[in-house]
């Protein structure tokens, strides 16, 4: 429970997206936020906002949505929360997608 973990934080990118380092982390009970690869799993897990928006796409703004859900890698001993960040951009035909892996007690948006 997050009432457990201190004040301490690390945020990495997908180089550190190793299974010892999250075990570490939570063993020191840091709160982390650590990108992730993309997989073929997770990109299924939001396979729904992987298609076009209905209407006319905007010239000007990014349109962005979060999702955040519970996935377990091979590798991993359990299952971690992950939430990813879909965000369509103005003139461009797929989707931009990343992913976050976290032990974080907020909203998606927050987190993102």
């Known amino acids: 429970m997050a009432e457990h973990y201190s004040d301490r934080f690390f945020r990495a990118d997908a180089t550190y997206a190793i299974s010892a380092i999250y075990w570490r982390l939570e063993e020191a009970r840091f709160f982390y936020a650590i990108r992730l690869p993309a997989n073929t799993v997770l990109r299924k897990k939001i396979a729904h906002r992987l298609i076009r928006p209905v209407g006319k796409p905007s010239q000007t703004k990014v349109k962005r949505f979060c999702e955040d859900f519970h996935y377990r890698a091979a590798p991993w001993s359990k299952e971690r929360r992950v939430i990813a960040k879909i965000e369509w951009h103005p003139g461009e035909l797929f989707p ?13 948006d927050w987190v993102v």
């Open 96 to 108: 931009r997608v990343g992913f976050i892996v976290i032990n974080l007690p907020m909203e998606p």
